[in-house]
């Protein structure tokens, strides 16, 4: 999926990003009065002035990581919100998920990439703040790391059909899941300990 990590494409794939995530954190707002939604270190006192779209291109900017860090980054997310159910994608707490999963991604992707100290002033936050994110994100997923090749290309694959459509995502057909009781969170069901790997669909 070379062409999906070109820099002529990367703008593309970062403006559909910041549409995705900001659809479901609309959507996990309005439905926040009903859900039962912990509040983490992840949340901020009120929602960041700058728009995800904004805040996204920044890091993009600025943290100079590989491309294949922001599908990483979109992996992790996805695994995040899966094993965290109770802390779904919201306009409180979006933009430090997006900095910690990127950061995290570079650490794990690249082979030279910026401390904690350096992200901690391009998400607009302090240092201390960006290592206790790093550490509850990390335990967030339960240390879940490794992306596999196959998972990656899935991902990858599903981004680059959405992207080509470049139509308006719709709770029938994008790669958001509502999941039960309204609980909407990115869900990409993978299954990475069968020996074949399989391609999983999109869960809906």
Not at 22 to 46: C, M, P, W, Y
Not at 178 to 186: V, Y
Request: aromatic letters at 10%; glycine letters at 4%.
């Amino acid at each position: 999926m070379a062409e999906l990590e070109s820099p002529s494409v990367m703008p593309k794939l970062i403006s559909f990003l910041s549409s995705l995530l900001k659809r479901v954190a609309e959507s996990n707002d309005l439905n926040q009065q009903q859900l039962h939604q912990k509040i983490s270190v992840f949340h901020g006192l009120t929602c960041p002035t700058i728009s995800i779209q904004s805040y996204l291109e920044r890091i993009f900017k600025y943290a100079n990581c590989s491309p294949s860090c922001f599908i990483v980054a979109y992996v992790y997310l996805d695994r995040f919100t899966q094993r965290q159910p109770s802390l779904p994608i919201n306009s409180f707490n979006v933009h430090r998920l997006l900095i910690t999963s990127v950061m995290v991604a570079a650490k794990f992707m690249d082979d030279l990439y910026y401390n904690n100290a350096y992200y901690a002033k391009v998400g607009g936050i302090t240092t201390t703040e960006m290592n206790f994110l790093e550490v509850d994100f990390l335990f967030g997923l339960g240390f879940h790391l490794n992306v596999t090749p196959g998972t990656f290309q899935a991902y990858c694959a599903h981004l680059q059909r959405e992207m080509l459509l470049m139509q308006p995502l719709t709770l029938a057909d994008s790669s958001l899941s509502l999941g039960k009781s309204l609980k909407a969170h990115l869900c990409f069901n993978e299954d990475e300990s069968s020996s074949h790997q399989k391609q999983q669909q999109l869960a809906v």
